[in-house]
């Protein structure tokens, strides 16, 4: 708005000298009642400062703009002191939840809220962001919601960017923060939209570029702030008249361009005919009660945005004056003739008629109410993240601490690999050391067991009182990964066996144990030509079933396992032929690596064996889980692991395979033992928990 | 909500073959020996379906996707299909084929036991690392006693008498230790055959 | 057997199931949940699972080489429980759990066990056939297949579940050098040695069949492992007698 004083329009250059005290009058009056609504101003209290010591005392200032800055210089301090006490105030006002939002704009905050103390300032302060309305209506647009929101600064500055109340304002968060950095007096008007309807009706024309003016301060970039923060400071555009020109006029007249762009949202205003009445053109027309609608839609507000309750701010109950008939200025008129009539904005209309407000009675101004479907538009949100800059920088910085994590989770992971493999390449090369060099060198001698186990022994004495007519069964349940060991145990017992003559049919409950055993003993074999001519050796294949199979074993022998394993009658030959039940053979031997399986030939056959001896071959790690039913007399004897191979060995006298690797055993062992303790004992002296994710487990 | 019929059938056959356990003499085994019989079949037949999953479902697939480590997947498929025609046109008891066994997987097997006899000697190297606390400790003592009471190196003792019943007596150690968790293993192995009897324990849809 | 033996033996097995139906019915209808004594490696356990979800990472579940017509079944069945339990609980994650078994009929049931659990949770997107897979026939190839699945980089917690031999220590040596949470748990003796030596927190003995009523599967579940400790101390109390008296010379 132009000064009082000022004789010219600043932007038009018309001629001022007669309409342009009832117009700020007219602008005073709802100014004044915009007061009404709000606190009473700490600053309207404070004496006015002199002006500020970095201006000029030379320089030729306009009296307008003198008064200008004497009153910003008095409203800085007012406001300061003000805005550190209301700050707080509205901090507590704000939720949780927006006050992590963006510590940064907290710390913004007074500096974005400065405009709000500037509307609790004195009248002319209120004619900065008038001009910034005029500007606004004569902004040409291409769309509507264009046109009613390019008022921002922001935006002003850089035309390409987007909407900041299209897309934003109408999102929750937006609300928020209008609610935050508005004015007081606008907060009032955001919490309570219905309490004080003449008044909104009074404000609406005027609330909505000025909320949406303080969105860019919020959510521009830095440098956006900035200019918007220049644009709203007093304190920046008071030293120089340069200073106004270029911070304040340039940032939010600048793209209006007054000579020209002034004529476009001016066109909008109709003609008055002078030999009609005056009244009937520019008084307004009673104000419909159905008018008066809340600039909000309630059900559209956030729970937050939503009315308090009027016994906690009974100042909203105040009475608002009724508003004085406007009429527009007579050099605006004249301007009007000049234009074309075209509306500058697609969403008014020529006969567009304010019936309210500062402009009321005032054809082709802008009217209010319209701006209420600005926002009873549905509330669309976006379903992008926004994010402030800070909020970016604090995402950084947590995934670069997640990705720091991860990445020392997974350098524990290949930590160890990189130095483990020395140690496990340590620990083979001992071991194979241990297991080859005595192979090697003969002279290494052994410790020869000088006692034999009372299970090696009862097997001994089980295989020797055996009947040479009577065959044996074997079962070979056993796999190729410990075949090395168990063929070392089962040989002794074999050679035994074929020595004595005696005949063998063998099964297998898994597939690989009867091939195994077939390979194992068609080498030995050989040493007993007597043996090898006869047909006393028969391979009965595969048992299917498990324990099960074994079941069916121990109930009829001849139906489970009818053929061999190449396919004729396995029970109809010699020696076989007197094989009708399990018991008939002369004794059973379970050849296996696991206890289980020991145990479930002892459990399901057993029983049908009756006085047949049972005997077992089991690996060394199996063998404390035999030593019962060996106790408890369910098994005749078992041999276990290469000590008890040794032991058979010097009872037949005949020593083999397992006697000549007793050396190479030994060592092997007490390299183990060595190797236990010394980890043990580094252990107990470096102790340290684990690390990494099982460290967080366990915590 | 479940079909109460396939544990009512579950629970009816394991009452016969539970019944069939106990009263071996009765009518039961012959209805017991069938169904142990279809149990066997159908074991069978779910190891083929599980073979054929295993290679048509999964190493097919990654040959098919070309995904990581397709080239051993191709390997698996073709070393299956080769096993499994030459077993048809051999038979399984053909000297030739069954050095498939005695030549690949037995030395194959052989020599993963090896490496795990490397590798838990090498753990036990860490062993009091993990197991910090008096069990450990325990466990880490033991361990050092029976390996040298099986490694044999100890046989001079058995000619002084004394010494020969302590070792004796240390040997039983283990053995009723191992009896003990036997114990509770199997009442373990009771109580989750009784839960899936009557049917509170399913592991299977229906 | 004897005739006498098998008469108690079916005794003890009709009062078995009796005392679990009743503690079953009396728990579902005061719907109280029994207390057990803490076991350090299920509680770690139920916080693993939970990073596992939180960290969307997978879990493995290897159920062992038992096979179903094998009295070791019942390890077997156990890890089938613990598989549900672990879907149900790692519904929320983005990863459905995995499980190798060595026995083909244990590797049909986990698969189906996956696809129930999908269903019931609506993740059926996510199921895939494979998750449930036959790693191997016998011991070792078993191992070799589950190493593979192990060696995804997804897979951050182990639940190795079942019975296996001394050949399970491949599996848990690799999982804890991979820096993985291990779950161990065997009935077999040897199994257990190699993995209290190569794992932190073990399941020894009958701590295996307690794993499913601590992961708060059904009163079954808590019914069962009740009577289980009943039992065990019943059977403690005749080893002790039976022990006493044959001190005393009465047998």
Request: aromatic share 8%; with cysteine.
């Amino acid at each position: 708005m132009n000064d009082a004083n000022a004789k010219r329009c600043w932007y038009c250059q018309a001629d001022l000298t007669r309409q342009d005290a009832p117009a700020e009058n007219d602008s005073q009056d709802w100014l004044n009642n915009l007061r009404d609504n709000s606190p009473a101003p700490q600053g309207d209290d404070q004496p006015e400062e002199p002006a500020n010591s970095s201006e000029s005392p030379n320089e030729e200032v306009p009296a307008w703009l003198a008064r200008i800055r004497t009153r910003e210089q008095s409203e800085r301090a007012a406001s300061e002191d003000a805005l550190s006490a209301s700050s707080e105030e509205l901090s507590s006002e704000i939720p949780d939840w927006l006050n992590e939002f963006n510590p940064d704009q907290e710390k913004e905050k007074p500096d974005a809220i400065l405009p709000a103390s500037a509307s609790a300032q004195p009248e002319n302060e209120d004619d900065d962001w008038l001009k910034k309305l005029e500007s606004w209506q004569s902004e040409p647009t291409s769309s509507p919601e264009k046109t009613s929101t390019d008022v921002t600064v922001g935006s002003r500055e850089k035309p390409a960017e987007k909407n900041p109340i299209e897309d934003e304002a109408v999102t929750p968060p937006d609300s928020a923060l209008i609610k935050d950095s508005a004015p007081e007096w606008l907060q009032a008007f955001v919490q309570e939209p219905k309490s004080t309807p003449a008044a909104q009706q009074g404000n609406l024309s005027v609330q909505q570029p000025s909320t949406s003016a303080f969105l860019p301060a919020e959510r521009t970039p830095k440098n956006e702030e900035d200019s918007l923060l220049r644009d709203s400071e007093p304190g920046q555009i008071s030293p120089t008249a340069e200073s106004i020109e270029s911070s304040e006029l340039d940032t939010a007249l600048a793209p209006s361009q007054p000579g020209e762009e002034n004529e476009t949202w001016l066109s909008s205003y109709k003609k008055i005919h002078p030999d009609k009445d005056i009244k009937e053109q520019v008084i307004p027309a009673p104000v419909d009660q159905d008018q008066t609608k809340a600039p909000f839609n309630e059900n559209s507000l956030m729970d937050w945005m939503k009315p308090i309750d009027p016994v906690t701010n009974p100042s909203q109950k105040e009475p608002v004056p009724q508003l004085e008939p406007a009429a527009l200025p007579a050099w605006l008129q004249a301007l009007s003739l000049k234009h074309n009539g075209k509306a500058s904005a697609p969403s008014h209309s020529s006969s567009d008629f304010s019936d309210f407000g500062p402009l009321a009675g005032i054809e082709g101004t802008l009217p209010g109410e319209e701006l209420n479907q600005f926002y009873k538009r549905p509330q669309t949100f976006s379903g992008l993240l926004k994010t402030t800059e800070s909020q970016q920088v604090r995402s950084k910085l947590l995934k670069n601490i997640a990705d720091q994590t991860h990445w020392e989770d997974e350098n524990l992971e290949e930590k160890p690999h990189s130095h483990i493999w020395i140690f496990r390449l340590i620990v083979t090369v001992l071991m194979l050391a241990a297991v080859f060099i005595p192979l090697l060198f003969t002279q290494i001698s052994s410790i020869a067991p000088s006692l034999y186990p009372d299970e090696v022994v009862q097997t001994f004495n089980t295989v020797n009182a055996l009947s040479g007519g009577k065959p044996v069964l074997i079962a070979a349940d056993f796999d190729g990964s410990l075949f090395g060991e168990l063929n070392w145990s089962y040989q002794p017992l074999l050679a035994h066996l074929m020595e004595r003559n005696i005949p063998i049919a063998f099964l297998s409950t898994n597939s690989e144990g009867t091939t195994l055993l077939n390979q194992s003993a068609s080498t030995l074999i050989k040493q007993y030509p007597a043996y090898a001519s006869s047909d006393k050796w028969m391979n009965l294949g595969y048992l299917a079933g498990g324990s099960i199979g074994l079941q069916g074993l121990a109930q009829n022998i001849q139906t489970t396992m009818p053929l061999n394993s190449a396919l004729q009658s396995a029970w109809l030959s010699k020696p076989f032929d007197t094989v009708k039940r399990i018991s008939d053979f002369g004794a059973l031997i379970v050849i296996t690596e696991n206890a289980d399986t020991g145990k479930y030939w002892i459990e399901q056959v057993k029983p049908s064996l009756g006085t047949t001896p049972m005997l077992v071959v089991i690996s060394a790690q199996s063998a404390p889980l035999l030593q019962p039913y060996y106790a408890s007399g369910q098994i005749s004897g078992y041999l276990s692991g290469l000590n008890s191979a040794v032991a058979y060995e010097a009872l037949t006298k005949t020593p083999q395979n397992a006697t000549a690797h007793l050396s190479s055993f030994q060592i092997t062992m007490v390299l183990a033992i060595m190797l236990v303790l010394i980890g043990g004992i580094v252990s107990l002296i470096f102790y340290h928990p684990q690390p990494g994710k099982k460290k967080r487990v366990n915590s | 909500m479940r079909s109460p019929l396939i544990p009512i059938i579950s629970f009816i056959v394991g009452a016969i073959i539970l019944a069939g356990y106990f009263f071996p003499g009765s009518g039961l085994a012959a209805i017991r020996t069938p169904m142990l019989d279809w149990a066997v079949t159908l074991s069978g037949v779910a190891g083929l379906i599980a073979i054929i999953n295993l290679v048509f479902g999964v190493h097919w697939r990654r040959l098919r996707d070309s995904s990581k480590d397709y080239l051993f997947s191709g390997l698996v498929i073709f070393a299956f299909l080769a096993t499994f025609a030459l077993g048809i046109f051999l038979g399984p008891t053909n000297p030739d084929y069954q050095k498939v066994v005695t030549a690949i997987q037995m030395p194959i097997e052989a020599s993963l036991m090896a490496v795990l006899a490397i590798t838990l000697a090498f753990s036990s190297l860490r062993l009091l690392q993990r197991q910090h606390n008096w069990m450990g400790l325990f466990f880490f003592i033991s361990v050092i006693v029976y390996l040298l009471l099986n490694s044999g190196i100890l046989s001079f003792m058995a000619n002084i008498p004394s010494l020969q019943e302590v070792v004796s007596s240390i040997s039983l150690v283990p053995i009723a230790g191992a009896r003990g968790i036997l114990i509770g293993v199997a009442l373990g192995s009771l109580l989750t055959g009784i839960r899936i009897w009557l049917g509170s324990d399913r592991p299977y849809n229906g | 057997m004897s005739a006498d033996e098998l008469l108690i033996g079916l005794v003890f097995v009709l009062i078995t199931s009796t005392l679990v139906l009743l503690l079953t019915i009396r728990q579902k209808r005061s719907s109280t949940v029994p207390v057990f004594r803490r076991i350090a490696a299920l509680s770690k356990f139920k916080r693993a699972v939970s990073l596992s979800v939180e960290e969307g990472t997978r879990i493995h579940v290897s159920l062992g080489n038992a096979s179903l017509t094998q009295p070791a079944s019942a390890s077997a069945f156990v890890s089938l429980t613990a598989l549900r339990r672990i879907g149900q609980l790692s519904s929320t994650g983005d990863n459905p759990p995995i499980a190798t078994s060595g026995d083909s009929v244990l590797a049909i049931l986990s698969q189906d066990i996956l696809h129930q659990v999908a269903r019931e949770n609506h993740t059926l997107d996510l199921y895939d056939p494979t998750h449930g897979s036959l790693a191997g026939v016998t011991p070792l190839s078993y191992i070799a297949g589950a190493l593979e699945q192990m060696h995804d980089p997804e897979v951050k917690t182990n639940v190795l579940i079942g019975n296996y031999g001394s050949e399970v220590g491949f599996l848990s040596s690799y999982s804890e050098e991979k820096g993985a949470y291990t779950l161990a748990a065997s009935d077999s003796l040897p199994a257990q040695a190699v993995l209290y030596a190569t794992t932190e927190n073990p399941l020894i003995g009958e701590e295996l069949f307690a794993l499913p009523a601590y992961l708060h599967s059904t009163p079954a579940h808590s019914a069962s492992l009740q009577v289980q400790d009943l039992l065990r101390g019943l059977v403690v109390l005749v080893i002790l007698v039976g022990s006493i008296l044959k001190i005393l010379g009465a047998i």
